[in-house]
């Protein structure tokens, strides 16, 4: 079976292998490396030529094994005739359809090549059927081809109307020698061996690849020339646009480009562009890694209240960011644009101090008080820490005011607040409570702790020497404290206004602690006195 197989397979090869392999090979070439070209149109044929050129060979090998299969298959010589004009009339279509798409002289190249291909079969049944020109049948494929890869070497090396034709001077020349070789198989009658068949379709291809790579590096040269007019046009774009860009790298945090309005807001020269990462401009940095997070979740950003900093300076403004993640020039980067809102930002701060704080002392008013008290107040008793409240008031208040004039009375209230300042922590809570009254809730501590620190408050405040006018006053004050676990904040402040009551009423200038023996004292003489207000009625 193999040596059968062999017999018939060696003939076929021979006849067909050279041109097939070949065929395949430039067919393979083009349609990879041309497809950048700007006559891919042409270049596309050239490649559907070469493949029809490749099936004709394959087929016609396959028809010569055939009788290994059946022994009843008989393929006639007029039948191989026939395929292999057939073919090569489709195929020599093709490549004068493809020379006058490279010349722009065609624009509807599937007529063209039915039709070219109909007159072809026509005129090779023409010769058939007459016996005068029947030995011209025989020659038809090599007149066909041949005349087919003249043209388009022609088409290659003449065409002037794009800036790749010298890279196609050499492909043009091989399709010019491949049309020889034909030729001369056609007038020199003799039998072609594979070994010339494959040295002449290395040529073509040695060409075919030399013109490739000329192509391919007009084509990288096109691409970096039109990158750097893209990098040019989108540079001036950004440089032209009125808001501040900014982008960074994502990976690394550099800065890629700011745009002159970008530097003239953050105080940066060009030449001082790469010294700073992105992370410079956050006045907390902590807000770049927020804002990366959130940028890994939304892809877009439209808006991000942060506050930014001139990094050399370190003068600080607010701005709201839009920001996105874009493709840099290969490199994942942020594109941010720049919103001032530091003017909003500001009277935002003011609402809210003039919403929270008393303008005369500069203290947090009562409704400021009792939010953050009650937070601290919840946190204590979670975690079970001690806590106190204390109620201050200054001792004849209305004998200042009557006296001194109420200027002198605001001025007492703001050196009394500015004392209070220094004296307590920053972890307490310190407000006016209204009129001459004040607050603090002491955080950590327990009621002796807070007692101690009620006196300390008390002998700041009767050391105080008040100067307006010429005139000096010297105020003290009364304190009233509570401190007793597991109670609400409105009990506690009660409670301590009733032990600030207390000190009131036995003399002023002292601190008095709530307990629930000044509680039941309270309560019986509240009793003592309605009894007696009920004997005093009846009588």
Not at 18 to 45: C, M
Not at 225 to 253: G, Y
């Amino acid at each position: 079976m193999s040596a059968e197989l062999i017999s018939l397979l060696m003939p076929a090869m021979k006849a067909y292998g050279a041109e097939l392999i070949g065929s395949f090979i430039l067919a393979a070439t083009i349609g990879l490396f041309y497809q950048k070209s700007t006559i891919k149109d042409g270049l596309k044929y050239l490649t559907f030529a070469f493949y029809t050129i490749v099936f004709k060979n394959l087929l016609l090998i396959l028809l010569g094994i055939a009788p290994l299969h059946d022994k009843g298959i008989q393929i006639t010589p007029l039948c191989l005739e026939w395929i292999n004009v057939m073919f090569i009339s489709w195929a020599s279509a093709l490549f004068l359809a493809s020379a006058l798409q490279i010349l722009r002289l065609l624009f509807t190249p599937v007529s063209f090549t039915v039709t070219c291909w109909i007159l072809m079969m026509g005129i090779a049944y023409f010769i058939k059927t007459h016996a005068l020109f029947n030995q011209i049948f025989l020659l038809l494929p090599q007149i066909y081809i041949s005349a087919a890869f003249f043209m388009v070497g022609i088409s290659l090396i003449f065409i002037r109307s794009i800036r790749q034709a010298r890279a196609l001077f050499a492909i043009g020349f091989g399709f010019i020698f491949l049309g020889f070789y034909y030729t001369q198989a056609l007038i020199i009658p003799s039998e072609q061996t594979w070994f010339w068949q494959a040295l002449v379709y290395s040529v073509v291809l040695f060409l075919s690849l030399v013109s490739q790579i000329r192509l391919m590096d007009i084509y990288c040269s096109t691409l970096e020339k039109n990158l750097l007019t893209e990098k040019a046009k989108r540079e001036l774009i950004l440089d032209s646009s009125p808001f501040p860009i900014l982008i960074s790298r994502l990976l690394d945090d550099s800065v890629i480009y700011i745009n002159p309005p970008a530097q003239k807001l953050f105080g940066v020269s060009s030449d001082e562009i790469p010294s700073f990462h992105f992370s410079h401009y956050f006045a907390n940095p902590v807000q770049r890694i927020e804002l990366i997070s959130k940028i890994k979740k939304e892809t877009v950003i439209d808006s991000f209240e942060v506050e930014m900093k001139n990094p050399k300076t370190g003068n600080t403004f607010w701005y709201d960011l839009s920001t996105k993640a874009i493709d840099m020039d290969g490199e994942l980067a942020l594109y941010t644009t720049f919103k001032d809102m530091t003017q909003k930002k500001h009277k935002e701060q003011d609402l809210l101090e003039k919403a929270t704080t008393d303008s005369l002392t500069g203290l947090f008013n009562r409704r400021q008080f009792e939010v953050l008290s009650q937070k601290e107040l919840q946190i204590a008793q979670r975690h079970g820490m001690p806590y106190c409240v204390l109620m201050l008031d200054i001792d004849h208040f209305k004998k200042v005011n009557d006296t001194y004039g109420h200027d002198m009375g605001d001025l007492v209230l703001q050196q009394l607040a500015l004392t209070l300042k220094t004296t307590l922590r920053e972890s307490d809570i310190l407000a006016r409570y209204g009129g001459e009254e004040f607050v603090v809730f002491l955080t950590h501590t327990t009621p002796n702790e807070g007692f101690f620190a009620a006196e300390r408050i008390r002998r700041s405040i009767e050391d105080l020497h008040i100067h307006l006018n010429g005139h000096e006053v010297t105020v003290t004050i009364s304190i009233g404290l509570s401190g007793m676990l597991n109670n609400a904040l409105p009990e506690l402040i009660k409670q301590a206004d009733i032990a600030l009551y207390e000190s009131k009423r036995t003399g002023r200038n002292k601190a008095t602690l709530y307990t629930a023996e000044l509680q039941q004292k309270i309560e019986d003489e509240s009793n003592q006195l309605t009894v007696e207000t009920t004997e005093k009625d009846h009588l």
